[in-house]
Nanobody, 117 residues
Framework: QVQLVESGGGLVQAGGSLTLSCATSTTIFRFNRAMGWYRQAPGKQRELVAK???????NYADSVKGRFTISRDNAKNTVYLQMNALKPEDTAVYYCNIIDLLYREYWGQGTQVSVSS
């Protein structure tokens, strides 16, 4: 059973920063096609925020480019999302996602990020 344990959400004022963390097991962390962060705001569809591939290529949603950074710590089996210059429209539940070598997807439980104006 693959588990993704997220942490780091919270309430922050506009312009502030938060860092989300997603920890998982060594096996899935080492052998995957991509890891990413998605978010879902109330009444909206879940959307990709940022993704990092096994080759360390990254891509970002246009709305977060230049403000968010996805990274991974191989020693800690953890993927991070550094979020700077947060805006009220970034308010959502953020989910960690991993795609394994067989293209199976796994999701974290979600962590709430709320940005006040």
């Amino acid at each position: 059973q693959v588990q993704l344990v997220e942490s780091g959400g919270g309430l922050v004022q506009a312009g502030g920063s938060l860092t989300l963390s997603c920890a998982t097991s060594t096996t899935i962390f080492r052998f995957n096609r991509a890891m990413g962060w998605y978010r879902q705001a109330p009444g909206k569809q879940r959307e990709l925020v940022a993704k990092i591939t096994s080759g360390d290529s990254t891509n970002y949603a246009d709305s977060v480019k230049g403000r968010f950074t996805i990274s991974r710590d191989n020693a800690k089996n953890t993927v991070y999302l550094q979020m700077n210059a947060l805006k009220p429209e970034d308010t959502a539940v953020y989910y960690c996602n991993i795609i394994d070598l067989l293209y199976r997807e796994y999701w974290g439980q979600g962590t709430q990020v709320s940005v006040s104006s």
